[in-house]
């Protein structure tokens, strides 16, 4: 009896309401949308605006790579699909620009559509050359802003780092994707 009311009370410990995950995203602490137990919630429920909100958290929080699992789970409406096709093309994109400069593929005639996200912004005038190459860095600039990209060899995987920097050189953020 007593290790069945421990369990309970671990797992209450661990559980996670809709007002903890509303709260979390209105706080903009998108890492804590971006975990588990919300996407576990949201296949359970069968619940696809849960589901993109996951989404939209590992977005947010840069957890990209969570977008696979929530692109084979949005399929039962309209706007379930074309959130998924959404998700699909920044992973994509994130992809074929790794592709390119790990291994120097020709990426220039996948043209892709538009998203609202730093990497796909960056795919896009990759591909059509409006950027700076210096030493190993690729320079974007958007909106008072320097992006710098550049590749770092950790084993197993090579990763992209995308340092972002102000107008006076001084850094405000840096990013990995791999």
């Known amino acids: 009896m007593r290790k069945i009311i421990f369990l309970l009370i671990a797992l209450n410990c661990f559980a996670i309401s809709l007002a903890d995950i509303n709260k979390a995203i209105e706080n903009q602490e998108y890492s804590k949308v971006c975990n588990n137990l919300v996407y576990d919630l949201a296949v359970k429920n069968k619940d696809d605006g849960l589901m993109n909100l996951y989404g939209i958290a590992c977005l947010r929080s840069d957890y990209i790579n969570k977008l696979s699992a929530v692109i084979i789970a949005l399929r039962n409406s309209k706007e379930a699909r074309a959130n998924a096709v959404y998700y699909s093309t920044i992973l994509y994109k994130k992809k074929l620009l790794h592709s390119a400069l790990v291994d120097n593929l020709d990426i220039s005639s996948i043209k892709l559509p538009k998203c609202d996200y730093i990497l796909s912004d960056i795919y896009d005038d990759y591909i059509l050359g409006n950027y700076i190459k210096e ?42 994707y791999w």
């Open 135 to 176: 030493n190993d860095k690729y320079i974007f600039r958007y909106n008072d802003k320097i992006y710098e990209m550049s590749l770092r060899f950790d084993k197993p995987f090579t990763k992209m780092v995308l340092t972002i920097l102000n107008s006076n050189n001084q850094i405000l953020e840096v990013k990995e």
